[in-house]
């Protein structure tokens, strides 16, 4: 990787132009065996485990996801996550790498875990934003919890009367927040929030195109930014539309951390969206990128 590259990238997180974008793959920098599903794979061999589902399904999250919303209920199915997902995994060098920068507006977790929740923890000045599932809260798309797991959910008011209702905290509130930590997919906590079925997405893919599941505090957090893939595989249709929207609007360059071939999805993917590859595992980029950013939180 060329060091221009790496020096771009400090540089956007010293003017606060940066938004980390975490994948699952952000859990394997913790070294010893992680405690907790860190691939789609792994996932659902935790949901298949407890329940029977056909054959055809056994290794598709989302199908069969489905198949036990259908067939078990979804109490059931969120049962499992949070079974999958309730063992302690602690933040790794990354997480504990971003919990740090000093002017972080906007992290974005996609995965399902509690990490970078645990990494800011030491802070007061952060709130969530988590995508939550029609079928548990119809008529909502969104919801906000403080820093110590109450919500601060409530009428959003950048909503026209008569549209259906959002929410979001309230305006002083959410203003205050230095850094907004957004997990599309839900997560563990506080809530047990999950977006995992097939018809928790088609949900949100109807909506999606016109931002309509899109916190109103991340599009405009967004704009003018740029983003930085961690831990990201783009060679499913699904990781690539939820990238695809929740970049929308942004600045003309991103970068992504892919170190292995990729596949033609993904190429055009990144051309697509001029993300720039950085072509190094994602424990070196990390150790390189990490004392550039500690420099730059140090007192003049």
């Keep these: 990787m060329p060091a221009q590259l790496l020096d771009d990238v400090a540089a956007a997180f010293a003017r606060g132009k940066a938004i980390p ?9 913790g070294g010893e065996a992680c405690p907790i599903p860190a691939t789609p794979l792994e996932l659902v061999a935790r949901l298949t485990a407890k329940t029977t589902v056909p054959h055809k399904v056994r290794t598709n999250l989302t199908g069969a996801a489905q198949y036990i919303e259908n067939f078990k209920h979804r109490k059931t199915l969120s049962s499992l996550m949070t079974e999958a997902f309730r063992a302690s995994a602690t933040p790794n060098q990354l997480h504990r790498m971003l919990a740090a920068i000093p002017d972080l507006p906007l992290l974005v977790h996609a995965w399902y875990d509690d990490v970078p929740q645990k990494a800011l923890a030491g802070r007061a000045d952060w709130g969530m934003a988590q995508g939550v599932s029609q079928t548990e809260h119809h008529g909502r798309w969104i919801n906000y919890y403080r820093p110590d797991g109450s919500e601060a959910t409530g ?3 950048n909503v026209v009367e008569g549209e259906m ?3 979001a905290p309230t305006p002083d509130e959410a203003q205050a927040w230095a850094t907004l930590l ?6 563990v906590a506080p809530a047990t929030n999950y977006l995992v079925s097939d018809s928790d997405f088609v ?3 109807t909506e999606i195109d016109i931002q309509t599941p899109i916190p109103f505090s991340v599009q405009e957090l967004r704009r003018g930014r740029h983003f930085l893939f961690m831990g990201c595989r783009f060679d499913n249709q699904l990781d690539r539309l939820f990238a695809r929207q ?8 991103h970068w992504a951390v892919l170190p292995d071939t990729l596949t033609r999805n993904e190429e ?3 051309e697509e969206q001029a993300i720039e590859r950085i072509d190094w595992p994602l424990a070196k980029f990390v150790a390189a990128l990490a004392p550039m950013l500690q420099d730059q939180s140090l007192p003049a």
């Design 21 to 29: 974008y975490l994948g699952c793959g952000a859990l394997a920098l």
């Design 155 to 157: 009428p959003d008011p």
């Design 165 to 167: 209702p959002l929410f």
């Design 182 to 187: 957004y997990q599309p997919l839900g997560s």
């Design 203 to 205: 949900e949100v893919l």
């Design 246 to 253: 929740i970049m929308k609007r942004s600045s003309a360059r």
């Design 268 to 270: 055009r993917f990144l």
